[in-house]
């Protein structure tokens, strides 16, 4: 009879356990999409910029210098490199729970029993020795190791480490991402303020010859070929010019700044040249093929182990809703005298035991995770599409822009030509009355203007570089 109790007790476990099993949760799936267009713009060439060192992509010293200070002391960066150490902790925490925990225990303590009680009643007819009773208050000494383990049967605990370990490869991509967005910020502020410099040296040239105009037209005025309005209004364009530079000169500063801050330090000057900014080429920039975007982005990267953490975490939840087999053992001595508590193998006490446990009834909360984790690989599936796009996107925005500023700076610079030429000839006509003070105002206000977007224009060609290099994924190998 007990042999077939057993065995009915069996067989229905068993079939809880299956049904609780196979009673999980459906859910929508959806694959990641990694098909990205074949070319930019036409283009076959498979030689990407994004595969040079940044230290090879830019040959300004100056610049190469304030890169590696801020790769050294940028806190933003430091930052991240704290979340590798967290994340790599991550992956021994999940690893050592794979592994059976053992521990000490060492306790003391005094127990009374009832006296009508089956405990009781018991002590009270045993002698401890003949002719010693069991007394009412026994103590309790006790020391040994403890274990448990849980068998890793439908891999959850397998599961849990790998998505910790995709996770620790995501923050290391993080943290190539963070490289390249500082590479990218100090090179742009960089080439900001080399346009600042040069923008305020063009304003101090324009008002030392709006200086001169304005003495010839005092002089002018004394021999009345012009009115006290053209002095006035000479003295007023002076007057713009030299707030102009003093907005510069502030810009100048915020810039220094702002690298500064980027490079993880207090205010200073920044080391710099400032000649020959319109004379600079900035580099040939080859795109390669869109399909390198998923290799060379760190962010693409990033994404992508984010998504296989999040299916990896699915499987995790899923095995929720099977049951568990632990296994915990304890071997020690315990004895209620000290004297006795050594005595082998009277005082020697050890258990072995396994239990297989399960959700049978009332599983919500573990269908809710299963649902939330799913739900998140959903999120990380499309933040995934959304990477790739947008890292296509900004490629094919940049390399519009490259084209489309390199034609503007040629346009630029021949109406920066005809109107510098310009201001000589309304001189001379002016100084043979064939030209009024107005049009020799006009003149050299376009012309001022010309140059300072030229300049303007220069800067965004060189951001444009940087940019593109940035979105191609260059600058953080």
């Known amino acids: 009879m007990f042999r077939k109790n057993i065995y009915i007790y069996i067989g229905s476990a068993l079939m809880c356990m299956a ?4 009673k999980v949760p459906e859910f929508a799936q959806r694959d990641e999409n990694k098909n990205v267009p074949v070319r930019f713009n036409n283009s076959q060439d498979s030689t990407n910029t994004a595969n040079i060192k940044w230290r090879s992509f830019f040959t300004d010293p100056n610049l190469v210098s304030l890169i590696d200070t801020a790769l050294k002391n940028n806190q933003e960066l430091n930052i991240t490199l704290q979340e590798i150490e967290i994340a790599k902790n991550e992956i021994r925490a999940r690893k050592g729970e794979l592994l059976p925990s053992v521990g000490y225990r060492v306790g003391a303590g005094l127990e009374k029993v009832g006296r009508y009680t089956s405990s ?6 045993t002698d401890i020795t ?18 448990n383990w849980e068998a890793d049967i439908w891999h959850k605990l397998r599961n849990s480490k790998k998505a910790a370990v995709s996770r620790y490869l995501s923050t290391v991509e993080g943290r190539n991402f963070v490289i390249t967005n500082l590479v990218a910020e100090v090179a742009n502020a960089y080439y900001e303020l080399l346009a600042y410099d040069n923008q305020l040296a063009i304003v101090k040239q324009n008002i030392a010859l709006q200086s001169n105009a304005l003495e010839l037209m005092k002089i002018q005025k004394q021999a009345t070929r012009v009115t006290e309005l053209a002095v006035r209004k000479f003295e007023a364009e002076v007057l713009s010019s030299k707030s102009l530079e003093f907005d510069i000169q502030q810009n100048i500063t915020e810039t220094e700044n702002k690298i500064n801050f980027l ?3 207090y205010p200073q000057t920044i080391q710099r040249d400032k000649e020959n900014f319109t004379d600079l080429v900035p580099p040939t920039v080859q795109a390669g093929l869109p399909a390198q975007l998923l290799a060379n982005r760190p962010d693409i990267k990033q994404a992508e182990f984010d998504l296989a953490a999040a299916k990896l975490d699915v499987k995790v939840a899923k095995a ?3 049951p568990s087999l632990g296994i915990s053992a304890t071997i020690g001595y315990q ?12 005082s020697l006490a050890y258990s072995l035991a396994g239990d297989l446990a399960g959700p049978l009834i009332n599983r919500n909360a573990i269908k809710a995770e299963y649902l939330t984790a799913n739900a998140k690989q959903l999120q990380a599936v499309f933040n995934y599409e959304k990477t790739i796009l947008n890292g296509y996107i900004e490629v094919a925005n940049q390399l519009a822009n490259i084209s489309n500023l390199q034609k503007s700076y040629d346009l630029k610079s021949k109406q920066v030509l005809a109107l510098t030429q310009s201001i000589d000839i309304s001189n001379d006509l002016f100084k043979s009355a064939r030209a009024d003070y107005f049009e020799v105002l006009m003149t050299q206000r376009d012309a001022l203007q010309s140059k300072l977007e030229l300049i303007e224009t220069k800067k965004q060609q060189l ?6 290099y940035h979105a191609l994924g260059g600058g953080w190998n």
């Open 130 to 147: 003949p002719g010693k009773e069991v007394p009412e208050v026994l103590p309790d000494y006790a020391f040994g190791l403890q274990a």
């Open 463 to 468: 951001n444009a570089v940087v940019n593109i």
């Open 120 to 125: 009781g009643a018991g002590d009270a007819s």
């Open 320 to 322: 929720q809703f099977y």
């Open 19 to 22: 049904y609780s099993a196979c």
């Open 335 to 346: 004895a209620f005298n000290p004297s006795y508590l050594l005595r082998t193998p009277e």
């Open 263 to 265: 490079l993880g330090r």
